[in-house]
């Protein structure tokens, strides 16, 4: 004969109901400015130069997070970087 060992209930429904109220959560915010770009594949290329230029990757750790080719030679792509370089 087994027994079946049910998790505690009450426990379960506080947690719960910490998160559907909107409890903080205990995850690390995340600090990066993101702006993603629709460009023409030369002008997107420009404006990554830009970023890299205006925010230097050692001291704001500016990197294109994703970018994907979409039809007519167009790349949609995502910058991001620390909001200041400290």
Same mark, same amino acid.
């Given at each position: 004969?087994?027994?079946?060992?049910?998790?505690?209930?009450? &426990?379960?429904?506080?947690?719960?109901?910490?998160? #559907? #109220?909107? &409890?903080?959560?205990?995850? =690390?915010? *995340?600090? !990066?400015?993101? @702006?993603? !770009?629709?460009?023409?594949?030369? =002008? =997107?290329?420009?404006?990554? #130069?830009?970023?890299?230029?205006? !925010?230097?990757?050692? &001291?704001?750790?500016?990197?294109? @997070?994703?970018?994907?080719?979409?039809?007519?030679?167009?790349?949609? !792509?995502?910058?991001?970087?620390?909001?200041?370089? *400290?």
């Amino acid at each position: 004969m087994t027994m079946r060992i049910e998790p505690p209930r009450e &426990a379960l429904r506080r947690r719960l109901s910490k998160t #559907r #109220r909107g &409890a903080p959560s205990t995850a =690390a915010p *995340d600090l !990066f400015v993101r @702006e993603t !770009f629709t460009l023409p594949r030369e =002008a =997107a290329r420009s404006k990554a #130069r830009e970023w890299f230029e205006s !925010f230097p990757k050692a &001291a704001y750790w500016t990197s294109i @997070e994703s970018w994907r080719e979409l039809p007519e030679n167009r790349i949609e !792509f995502t910058m991001r970087r620390l909001p200041t370089a *400290d």
